[in-house]
Each structure stands twice: as structure tokens, then as C-alpha cells.
């Protein structure tokens, strides 16, 4: 059933992240992309987002996931000034979002889940109409990426399959040579071979430049191939955010079997969340200092005792997918 | 407005024009052929009128139709300009529908009011260059047609002073600006061009309801725009015309505050 089980207790391996980055969790002396502050939007009586603290570190690449309508564009469009929040605040590069959303437009580039674009224009005209509206861009990048996609300049965007306008909408977000950029479900509806140029188009993009991505989706394994950060959102609330070097060795899940029931003092050790049965033992989800807990295992009388890496698919169903599962808000770090 | 602001403007009013420039070139064309057709159309009009029991049956008119009827057989510059105003009056305010109803409604079906919100441009700015590309527009469409029919007269032999029509469209203008401005209103609260069409032609047809009634027309906001006292009397219509600058600031402000608060 677990895709990686591993006994050894090496919880640094980050299995799947991408290998050009080193992560090590950011402080709070690093600079901060985007910082929530009790971030929270109500739609008539519906909380989209509630009492949201989120930290994105500079420079980092992003993960933001949650299953569909955890509040994830609503977060999105709050930080770019789309919507007002109506509790909280937030910083995007060290401006305030209600008072500054012009600036911080200026500064990010955003790539939009529908990529509604003008149909009647052109590409090189959508091109043309976007670099006006921004004080600086980068006509060389998005000459070459036009040229390395293929985009036919005089075709209508209206034209265009929704690979190509996924590549447009890429190019756009990334011509005003933006500090930051903001990728909402990118690749949703693209085929697994357009998914992957778009992320390996933004790494290679990012990589190296300091710049920092934020990047919204559903799509698990792509934000574990391509995210040294994630935060996982449900029903408009943060329930996990951290480092995912951090994460993955805060968050195991402990397979015994002993020599009678579990005792009493196990369950309520404030890093177990969940006590399951499973045949004969028992199935025990750690969050936190595991190794306080493993060792407390250890020392009682078992048959069988193992612990699982667990990947971020695993870790997310842990605490979004099951209904009756034990949902502690807390930080990864 | 800084430089970079400026910039934003002209981009985001090219797309509008762009975006808008087949009805407006529709109307157009229509307008500059009925202007072509006019001039020549006067002598067959009223070699027709001259020739049945006129006087009996003008009697029996109701007095709008019968004043609009004396004043077309008595000069060419009444008929011209009973004919003229009439399908600027029309074809404008359909011009004003089809322009100002998906103005918003339109951008918000399509999921591009996020992409054009998402850019570093105000709400202020993108609802100021719809109106503006739409006043723009319109001042094309009449423009034209008003040039059009100067040099069709010319053409046929009669004289009408190109400042008279011109002139004339200018209180017609500034009601179908008011117009579009209502009609962008609409459009954004109600965010359905063609529920924001049929509710601006439901409020028009309120207003210009006291126009047809004896004593009240001038309750009517149509009777504002017209070109009567500039072309048969040679008054231009101050008190109209600053009435209708009047709301066309205040339907300006309302929708440029309703746009800056909305979310998208």
C-alpha cells in the first residue's frame, strides 16, 4: 500500500524534489516573499479562507495544495489584489496587498488556471498589448521562448490548443522579468508530456535567480518533483506548511505490532495524530519530534516494529484525503 | 498621469476600440449610406406628399406626426434634419446597446477580467478606457455620417451648414455617452450583456415615455438630446447640454466607484 517504505531513519532523503536545490528550511532572518497575516475572505456566509498565516521564503518554489475549493485561487487572487480580503492582512515582496496591489501587479508574473485570453488578438499582439501595461520587460526572454515554443506570432489566441496558450500565458507571466511568480493550477487539463516542458520551463527558468515561485495545484507529484516548500490548505484553512525536506522527516507513520494493547501514554503523545489498527498491530501517524515516540516503541515489548517515509501524496491524504482522519493545524517548522 | 500610466491607458483603450470596432463599423455604414440616400430621396418625398388630400388627412394626425410632418415638406433643412436625427437618434442608441451592455458582462464570462486585473493597471484605469473607447466610437459613428450627408447635400444641389450638423449631434452624443455609461453600470452589477441590453432598453423606454405625453416632454431625458433648437432655430441648448455633462460626471463617478470596490 505505502509506495516507499523505509526502515532506516535517514529523514533527510528527499526523495523526488528536484536535485538542483539544496533546502534547508527557511528562518525567520530570511527574506519573506509573501507573508499572510490572518488572511481571510468570506463569501456571504461562506469562509473561503479562514485566519490564513502563510510564509513563502524568498526564493523558494512554492507548493500550495489543497483538494478543489480549499481556497487556493482565493488566496491567490487576495496577494495579487483581484479580490479584498474582508479579515488579516498580507505582504507580497514587502508590500502591503490592499494599499500597494499596484505595485506588486508590477512585480509578479501570474499564470491563471482558465488562461482567459483575448481570442480576437493575435499572439504577437497579446504580446505587444501585456508588454505595454508593465514598466519593465524583457524582450529577448520572450523572443526566445516564443521561438523555442513554436508560437506562431500572427495566429489568434482564440486559435491556439491549450498547450500553446498555457506557453503563452507562461511567456507573459515571465516577460516583465518578475520577482515573483504566481502559478495557479498551470498545468491543469495539459497532457502529462505539456506538463512536464511547463515545469522543467519554469526550473530552468527560476533556478538560480533567485526568484520565487508560487505554485498552486492538485497535481501532487509535480509539486513534489518541483517544490522545496509546500503548505496544504483545506476547506480555506492552512493545515500543514513548512520546508518539504522538514515535513517529510517531521511526518511518519509507525507500523507495530506488541505484545498486548498500545498503552494509554502512547496515544496521547501530543506528536501522535492517529492510532489505527491494522491486523494483528497497529498503524501509528507521527507528526513532530517522531523520534521521542519511536523510541517510546521501541522500549515496549513488540514483534514488529518499522517506520515509514511517507511522500507527499501519503502525507496529504494523511491529513486531507481520509474523512475521519485527525486534523491538527501545525507549522513544519 | 505619470509616463508609464499614460502608456497603460493608450494600450488598454487600443484594445478596447479594438475589441469594439465591428459594431461601430456596422452602424457606421449604415448610417453613411442612409446619408447618401437622403439628399436624393427630398424631391420623390414630397412630389408624393404634394400629390394626395394632404391638408384633410394632416388634420386628422396626432400633433407629433403632424408637426414632424409640416416641417418635413416645408424645407429641405426640416426634412433633412427630421430624417436625420431620427436615425442618428436610432441607430446610435443601438450602437450604445451593443457597445455598453458586454462592455463588462463580456470580460466576466470569459474569465478575462482576471487576466486584465492581473496586470499593474487600476480598476479606474481599465473602466475609464472602456468608456473612453466608447465614446470614441461613438464620436466616429456620427462623425462620418455628418460629413457623410454634408457632402451628399452638396452633392444634390441643396446647402446645410456642416457646423449645423455637426453641431447638432453634439447634445445627441453626449446622451448616448450617458447612455453607455448606464449601460456599463448595468453591465457590471448585473454581469449578462444581454439581461444589462434589455434592462437600459426598459429604463429608455420609462424615460422617453413623458415625450409622447402634451406638456411633459420635457420630463422626458430624450427630449435633451435633441438637434431641433440647432438646426431650425439656430439656439444651442446650454441648459441641455450642461444637464447632460452634468450626469454623464455623475454616472461616471458611480461607475468608476463601483469597478474599483468590485472583486474579480
Excluded at chain 1, 499572510?36 to 456566509?45: A, I, V, Y
Excluded at chain 2, 438630446?225 to 439656439?235: K, L
Aim: net charge neutral.
Amino acid at each position: 500500500m505505502m509506495a516507499q517504505v523505509r526502515v532506516n531513519r535517514d529523514i533527510n532523503s528527499r526523495a523526488g524534489a528536484h536535485p538542483d536545490r539544496v533546502f534547508q528550511g527557511h528562518s525567520p532572518a530570511q527574506d519573506i516573499a509573501i507573508e499572510t497575516r490572518n488572511l481571510g475572505r468570506m463569501f456571504g456566509d461562506v469562509q473561503a479562507v479562514v485566519d490564513l498565516n502563510l510564509s513563502v521564503p524568498a526564493g523558494s518554489i512554492f507548493g500550495l495544495i489543497g483538494p478543489n475549493g480549499a481556497g487556493k485561487t482565493t488566496t491567490i487572487k487576495m496577494l495579487l489584489g483581484l479580490i479584498q480580503p474582508t479579515a488579516g492582512g498580507a505582504s507580497v515582496l514587502g508590500r502591503d496587498i490592499l494599499t500597494d496591489s499596484l505595485w506588486i501587479r508590477s512585480r509578479v508574473g501570474y499564470v491563471m488556471e482558465t488562461q482567459a485570453m483575448y481570442g480576437y488578438l493575435t499572439v504577437g499582439e497579446t504580446l505587444s498589448f501585456c508588454r505595454r501595461l508593465y514598466p519593465r520587460w524583457n524582450d529577448e526572454l520572450v523572443r526566445g521562448y516564443c521561438k523555442s515554443f513554436g508560437l506562431p506570432l500572427e495566429r489568434k489566441v482564440g486559435k491556439l490548443s491549450k498547450g500553446m496558450k498555457t506557453q503563452l500565458a507562461l511567456i507573459l507571466a515571465l516577460g516583465p522579468d518578475p520577482d515573483l511568480l504566481i502559478l495557479d493550477e498551470p498545468t491543469s487539463g495539459l497532457d502529462p508530456v505539456r506538463r512536464h516542458e511547463f515545469l522543467t520551463t519554469v526550473i530552468g527558468e527560476i533556478a538560480g535567480t533567485g526568484k520565487t515561485v508560487f505554485l498552486s495545484s492538485h497535481q501532487l507529484s509535480e509539486v513534489e518533483r518541483v517544490c522545496d516548500h509546500i503548505g496544504i490548505i483545506n476547506r480555506g484553512t492552512l493545515i500543514l506548511s513548512g520546508s518539504l525536506d522538514q515535513i517529510k522527516a517531521q511526518e511518519k507513520k509507525v507500523r507495530i505490532i506488541t505484545q498486548g494493547a498500545l498503552p494509554e501514554e502512547i496515544m496521547r503523545m501530543p506528536q501522535v495524530r492517529k492510532v489505527e489498527p491494522e491486523g494483528a498491530g497497529y498503524l501509528i501517524s507521527i507528526s513532530g519530534a517522531v523520534d521521542a515516540v519511536i523510541d517510546r516503541l521501541r522500549a515496549l515489548p513488540h514483534s514488529f516494529l518499522e517506520t515509514i517515509d511517507m511522500n507527499l501524496e501519503e502525507i496529504f491524504m494523511d491529513y486531507v484525503g481520509a474523512p475521519d482522519s485527525c486534523k491538527t493545524p501545525r507549522e513544519g517548522e | 498621469m505619470s509616463q508609464i500610466g499614460a502608456a497603460r491607458f493608450r494600450a488598454l483603450l487600443w484594445k478596447e476600440i479594438r475589441e469594439h470596432r465591428w459594431p461601430a463599423a456596422g452602424v457606421a455604414i449604415i448610417l453613411i449610406l442612409l446619408a447618401v440616400a437622403i439628399p436624393p430621396l427630398y424631391p420623390f418625398l414630397t412630389g408624393m406628399i404634394k400629390n394626395i388630400q394632404f391638408e384633410e388627412q394632416l388634420r386628422q394626425l396626432p400633433w407629433q406626426l403632424r408637426g414632424q410632418l409640416e416641417a418635413t415638406i416645408g424645407s429641405f433643412e426640416g426634412y433633412a434634419y427630421s430624417n436625420w436625427f431620427k436615425n442618428l437618434y436610432q441607430l446610435g442608441m443601438i450602437l450604445v446597446l451593443l457597445i455598453g451592455a458586454p462592455l463588462v458582462a463580456s470580460e466576466l464570462a470569459f474569465g478575462t477580467i482576471d487576466f486584465l486585473a492581473s496586470k499593474p493597471v487600476t480598476h479606474g484605469e481599465i473602466i475609464g478606457a472602456k468608456l473612453a473607447a466608447g465614446a470614441i466610437l461613438i464620436a466616429g459613428v456620427l462623425i462620418l455620417p455628418d460629413i457623410t450627408l454634408w457632402i451628399s447635400c452638396l452633392a444634390w444641389g441643396e446647402t446645410i451648414n456642416l457646423a449645423t450638423i455637426l453641431t447638432g449631434s453634439i447634445p445627441l452624443y453626449l446622451g448616448f455617452v450617458l447612455a453607455l455609461e448606464a449601460a456599463a453600470i448595468l453591465s457590471m452589477t448585473i454581469g449578462d450583456s444581454w439581461k444589462a441590453a434589455g434592462v437600459l432598453i426598459g429604463i429608455s423606454l420609462i424615460l422617453g415615455i413623458p415625450g409622447w405625453i402634451p406638456g411633459y416632454r420635457k420630463f422626458s431625458i430624450f427630449s435633451y438630446m435633441d438637434a431641433a433648437p440647432i438646426w431650425m432655430q439656430g439656439i444651442f441648448p446650454w441648459s441641455a447640454i450642461l444637464g447632460l455633462l452634468l450626469g454623464i460626471l455623475v454616472l461616471f463617478i458611480i461607475a468608476l466607484r463601483l469597478f474599483e470596490i468590485r472583486d474579480f
